[in-house]
Structures are given as structure tokens and as C-alpha cells.
């Protein structure tokens, strides 16, 4: 089962920088792909960034985020981390990671159906 423990998010103000992180709980995460999908209030989830599984050479990210956003991973911390950077207003939202086999890390990104397992959710709120 594809359980994934978020931490981070938080209050962060206009240009400012925020890292989340994603962790694997009771699986192997290695050969993952990892995404990130945020959800702002009244729009639809979107994929925002994505990582190859094992050596996360393959990146994704979205051309709203391009960058402004890292995704890296730390398998020996089965941690995936997001990280923003001069973070706007637009930027705010709910943010979740996803795991999944199937796919490229934008596959991931795009086909939220692909994804195998969410993360519980973590408010980014973007307020001076």
C-alpha cells in the first residue's frame, strides 16, 4: 500500500521560500515517481512538479512554476522534497504528493489517475 506522510507548508509572503517534503511510510519508495499536484479554492488539482523514480534524474514542472520550483530526491530519507521560491500570491493552495510506477514524471503530472497513492495534504498560504 502506498501510504505518504507530508510536512511542511505554512504561511510564506510574496517572494519568499517554502519547502515541502513527502515521505514513503511502509513501502519502497525508491522506484517511484513522485509528483506534486496543488488545489486552489474552486479550480481543479493541478500538477505542479514531478520527479523519475530511483535516481530522479527526470524532471517536470509545470510552465507556472518553471523556475520558481525544485523537486529533488533524498531515497535514502524516502523523501521527496518540493521546493518554492519567489513564491506568489498565486501560488497558494493545497498542496499533495502522489506516487506512482506507471509513467514519466510528467505522465505523473498529467494523469492524476496514474498516481497509486496521495499524501494527506499540506495549506500553502501566500499573504504578506
Known amino acids: 500500500q502506498v501510504r505518504l506522510v507530508q510536512s511542511g507548508g505554512g504561511l510564506v509572503q510574496p517572494g519568499g521560500s517554502l519547502t515541502l517534503s513527502c515521505a514513503a511510510s511502509g513501502f519502497n519508495m525508491d522506484s517511484y515517481a513522485v509528483a506534486w499536484y496543488r488545489q486552489a479554492p474552486g479550480k481543479e488539482r493541478e500538477g505542479v512538479a514531478g520527479v523519475s523514480g530511483r535516481d530522479g534524474r527526470a524532471t517536470y514542472f509545470a510552465d507556472s512554476v518553471k523556475g520558481r520550483f525544485t523537486i529533488s530526491r533524498v531515497n535514502a530519507k524516502k523523501t521527496v522534497y518540493l521546493g518554492l521560491s519567489f513564491v506568489k500570491p498565486e501560488d497558494a493552495g493545497v498542496y499533495y504528493c502522489?506516487?506512482?510506477?506507471?509513467?514519466?514524471?510528467?505522465?505523473?503530472?498529467?494523469?492524476?489517475?496514474?498516481?497509486?497513492?496521495w499524501g494527506q495534504g499540506t495549506q500553502v498560504t501566500v499573504s504578506s
Open positions: 502522489g506516487a506512482g510506477v506507471v509513467g514519466s514524471p510528467s505522465h505523473l503530472c498529467t494523469v492524476p489517475g496514474s498516481v497509486a497513492g
